[in-house]
């Protein structure tokens, strides 16, 4: 009886790390972000297993953005649907969706849909601009690892150009999602 429990109980545990998608926990992603992309550097990570998320705060002079990764297991809440990856899944277009909507009605600020590529990919995202207060913004969703990742970087560009700016905020972007979709890749020859 005693060893019919403890046989149990390994896979019992492996059921409860519900944080476990794809072979990932939370935490797992969020050391793959790098500490510096372009003008950011991260100053906070954080991860939450009971809510299968995780959040980096990066900022930089004039600068400052957050990428959000939230995982749904499809056990958990009932109608609820694995995450596709990639910028076709329901949630990752309600989201841009939400962010058209949202910098479309700030006063000043003009929001145009557009997409950023990273590796052989493409994510959606919307980019706005303040131009009197002269604030760039850009939000991209996609899914990537049966999770959803937001990245919102904001550039002020008194200091710059915009298009420089523009450029700033797309690259990192998709070094975001880059980092993160390089994780799912298997590993190289000698590794």
């Given at each position: ?63 400052r ?57 493409a ?49 990192f ?14 590993p190289?020859?000698?590794?």
């Amino acid at each position: 009886m005693v060893l019919l429990a403890a046989a149990i109980t390994p896979l019992h545990a492996q059921e409860a790390d519900l944080d476990l998608i794809q072979g990932y926990r939370s935490s797992d992603i969020l050391v793959g972000l790098p500490d510096t992309s372009g003008p950011f550097t991260i100053i906070n990570r954080t991860s939450d297993a009971q809510n299968f998320s995780a959040t980096a705060e990066y900022a930089g002079v004039d600068a400052r953005a957050i990428v959000s990764i939230t995982g749904v297991r499809a056990s958990n809440v009932a109608g609820m649907y694995p995450v596709r990856d990639g910028p076709d899944d329901p949630v990752v277009r309600s989201l841009l969706d939400q962010a058209f909507q949202y910098h479309s009605t700030q006063p000043n600020q003009i929001a145009v849909r557009t997409n950023v590529s990273y590796g052989n990919r493409a994510m959606a995202c919307v980019s706005s601009d303040d131009p009197q207060k002269k604030d760039d913004f850009l939000v991209c969703a996609t899914g990537v690892l049966g999770r959803y990742m937001l990245i919102q970087p904001v550039m002020n560009y008194r200091l710059s150009s915009k298009g420089v700016v523009d450029r700033q905020l797309a690259d990192f972007a998709s070094s975001m999602a880059q980092a993160v979709s390089e994780l799912a890749l298997p590993p190289g020859p000698g590794n």
